[in-house]
């Protein structure tokens, strides 16, 4: 018996059919073997059935059922629901895709919740240009219970997208109630809503399963204009004759009420859609949409401002309202006209007020006591910037601080910290006024660098692949624009922040420019040697780390020539092959970090941490670090824990993307070339081994040279105090970083970088 089958119509997709089968054929989940697939070629004219045959000649899980004719979505969907024999049936869209781990993910839900009738999941839009954008009513998942509830105990599901491919369905739920797609246009109707309103338990999982392709040509049938979309009228007719059918008829009146708003909109919103009706179709269409209205109208009184003009106008009928209806429609378009010439005009006089304004707050004196921070294009404070604003507070709390800050990372901004948007009358006036201007990248093109005004480059990380003026030689990475403007950017820079010497040559090469090097050390690796056993226990137990769990973080970089977030660990095999003590804290490339919690399987042992505001607490949580060509190595290099790295595409990133060294010959511990060697490691505690400590050694004489635990104090005195550092930087053999988990655990409580001889005076200071 399957535990799943999933129920894919195919129409016209040659181009995309091959990756959805891929995306379901291709889940893990304990029960894998228990997969019934189903697609049914309804009579697709293109070369889709042949696919479809091909692979189903490879893998024995998959059922092609090839129809004699063209049915149609809805009796296309029944064909193959008629074959389905899991536990669960889905459905899903021959141009979609089924994310990695839905299926393991909710089979943990189904356990969890004892088995619903249906389990509803959230799904993203991915967009032919490669953009991807959440459900806009997500919060409608979010706010669920954490169990099983009634339906009817919460209407506002009816405000989440009508559609099939969200939701899990208990086959024997639908076999008992006998539900099939009705045929015609907006067939999801009709089956979504009397199904919400049967079951008695569902569930929701809250997570993405489904990445939902918007197509750039066709795809919709829904947009196209036609006379069927007078359909949706009878398929209102269904779900209404349903709730007149319901044995619980107090229930109906409840559900009643709160379709017919519903219905309401869905008749506007298809009067309202330029590429739906044809113009001669829309006095009828309103005619029909008026009469459905004023016959299902709900008892009890509805007020002026529930109702609105449109549908006001719907309950009036027949010519006059017609007549009001249409002349509301063209004056909404007239209006939105209007509004869009109103705002580009808007928006070219607001910029040009505040580039005069700009240019008049350069003309005043620079606040000399005004510090202005951001990091990683304005994202909350994080990395050396972050640091170095700790830093300053402790030691020269005269200075006023500020941090550039995208409204949407506001949430992210720790309490007290001062704030402005980029692009604000607040951020110019700062930008132009502030004595200090500190980042980990280039600035806006239009920050123009004033008379003694000190920009610091504090970078952030030490550079594995080709950066700057180096990457014109390798056109497939991603560029840094045009080289002038690179290069007026980097004419700003007064100092550039260095951990090694590696670094140092390099960024003198591939920036170049009239900046000062600073070999201070990354500030935010300060934490590395200043933290002790509580500071490292703290962490762990912050994400929710059990005691005696050996936890791996994960964290890949991105690849230039990939579009989105593709994991290239095999999570699922990994966890499969390796102690049961072992857990994965997976914390994907900031590019992606919207994305990686859907590709995740549903496992206690897999922790999502992408979100997560501070790398560096994370490596202090984590007993070794997995990555590929992050340059996280660099620095958790410094806690001199185990490092591994699975460089499965190594020859593909060396060319396309170009790197200093190679990375296999000169490696900060053991080297995985797939998820089954990087298992074997853990397997068999080689990840730990003597090797692994001579390769990590050789590592960190290399590239941790100036980290000791006083970078972001080193910084601040040179750059801000203009005080000289009489103190060199501590020997590596005398340093001592953060214990390991493990050495916390047993008591061990070093407390931090062995104290510096002439350290006494400093500590006074602060």
């Not at 829309?282 to 009469?291: G, I, T, V, W, Y």
């Not at 910084?715 to 916390?744: G, K, S, T, W, Y």
Request: proline share 8%.
């Amino acid at each position: 018996m399957p535990r799943f089958s999933v129920v894919i119509p195919v129409f016209e997709v040659q181009g995309y059919i091959r990756p959805c089968l891929e995306s379901v054929l291709g889940q893990r989940y304990p029960s894998a073997d228990r997969l019934q697939v189903i697609a049914v070629d309804d009579r697709s004219p293109d070369g889709s059935g042949a696919i479809l045959d091909e692979v189903a000649a490879r893998d024995p899980r998959l059922t092609v059922l090839h129809l004699g004719e063209n049915v149609g979505l809805g009796r296309a969907r029944n064909a193959g629901l008629e074959q389905a024999h899991g536990d669960y049936v889905l459905f899903l869209d021959s141009d979609d895709l089924l994310a990695p781990g839905a299926l393991a993910a909710l089979e943990a839900r189904l356990a969890e919740t004892d088995a619903p009738d249906i389990v509803i999941f959230d799904y993203l839009r991915l967009h032919w240009d490669g953009r991807r954008t959440p459900n806009r009513r997500a919060d409608v998942l979010s706010g669920a219970p954490s169990g099983a509830f009634r339906p009817a105990d919460h209407p506002e599901l009816l405000e989440l997208l009508p559609v099939a491919w969200n939701k899990a369905y208990r086959r024997d739920f639908l076999t008992e109630h006998g539900f099939r797609f009705p045929s015609g246009y907006y067939e999801d109707a009709p089956w979504t809503y009397p199904i919400l309103m049967a079951a008695e338990r569902a569930a929701v999982l809250n997570r993405v399963c489904v990445l939902y392709r918007q197509r750039r040509q066709g795809g919709n049938i829904l947009r196209t204009v036609s006379h069927r979309h007078f359909d949706v009228f009878d398929q209102y007719e269904r779900i209404f004759d349903f709730l007149d059918g319901m044995p619980d008829q107090e229930a109906a009146r409840s559900w009643r009420a709160l379709l017919f708003p519903r219905m309401a909109s869905h008749y506007t919103t298809i009067l309202d859609h330029p590429s739906r009706l044809p113009d001669a179709a829309r006095p009828d269409f309103f005619r029909r949409a008026a009469a459905d209205y004023r016959a299902r109208l709900p008892e009890g009184p509805r007020t002026a401002r529930a109702v609105g003009r449109k549908e006001a106008l719907l309950a009036r009928g027949g010519t006059l309202g017609w007549r009001g209806y249409s002349a509301l429609r063209r004056a909404a378009r007239a209006k939105a006209a209007a509004l869009r010439r109103g705002r580009r005009t808007a928006a070219r006089a607001a910029r040009a007020l505040l580039r005069a304004y700009y240019r008049v707050q350069r003309l005043m004196p620079l606040d000399p006591g005004l510090v202005l921070f951001s990091s990683y294009w304005d994202r909350a404070p994080s990395c050396s910037p972050a640091a170095l604003d700790a830093e300053l507070a402790l030691l020269a709390p005269e200075f006023r601080r500020l941090w550039v800050v995208h409204p949407s990372h506001a949430k992210n901004v720790p309490a007290g910290t001062r704030t402005v948007a980029p692009g604000s009358r607040a951020y110019w006036r700062a930008m132009a006024r502030a004595a200090f201007v500190i980042s980990n990248v280039n600035l806006a093109n239009r920050v123009v660098k004033r008379p003694g005004q000190v920009h610091v480059q504090t970078h952030h990380g030490t550079p594995l692949k080709v950066m700057g003026i180096d990457q014109l030689d390798y056109p497939s990475s991603r560029q840094p624009g045009d080289p002038a403007q690179l290069m007026a950017r980097c004419d700003r820079w007064d100092w550039s922040i260095s951990s090694n010497p590696h670094s140092t040559e390099v960024w003198a090469r591939v920036y170049p420019g009239r900046f000062r090097t600073l070999e201070s050390g990354y500030p935010r690796n300060d934490v590395f040697y200043r933290s002790g056993a509580e500071d490292v226990l703290r962490a762990r137990r912050r994400i929710g780390v059990p005691d005696g769990a050996l936890a791996v973080l994960y964290a890949p970089t991105h690849r230039d020539w990939e579009r989105g977030y593709r994991p290239h660990l095999d999570l699922d095999r990994f966890l499969a092959a390796t102690p049961e003590n072992v857990v994965v804290l997976v914390r994907a490339h900031y590019f992606h970090d919207a994305e990686g919690a859907g590709s995740l399987p549903a496992s206690p042992r897999v922790y999502d941490v992408s979100r997560h505001p501070s790398v560096e607490q994370l490596c202090l949580a984590a007993d070794c670090l997995a990555t590929d060509y992050s340059s996280l190595m660099f620095d958790y290099a410094n806690l001199d824990r185990p490092i591994v790295c699975l460089l499965d595409d190594w020859e593909t990133y060396r060319t396309v993307r170009g790197t200093y060294f190679s990375l296999p010959d000169e490696p900060p511990g053991h080297v995985a070339r797939g998820t089954d060697e990087l298992a074997a490691l853990f397997a068999a505690g080689r990840w730990d081994d003597a090797e692994s400590a001579v390769l990590r050694a050789a590592f960190r004489r290399r590239f941790c040279a100036f980290d000791d635990g006083r970078a972001a104090e080193r910084v601040i005195r040179a750059v801000l105090l203009n005080e000289p550092d009489p103190d060199p930087i501590v020997p590596l053999d005398l340093r001592r970083p953060a214990p390991a988990p493990r050495e916390a655990l047993a008591g061990r409580r070093p407390e931090g970088s062995v104290p510096h001889p002439a350290s006494g005076t400093r500590a006074a200071t602060r």
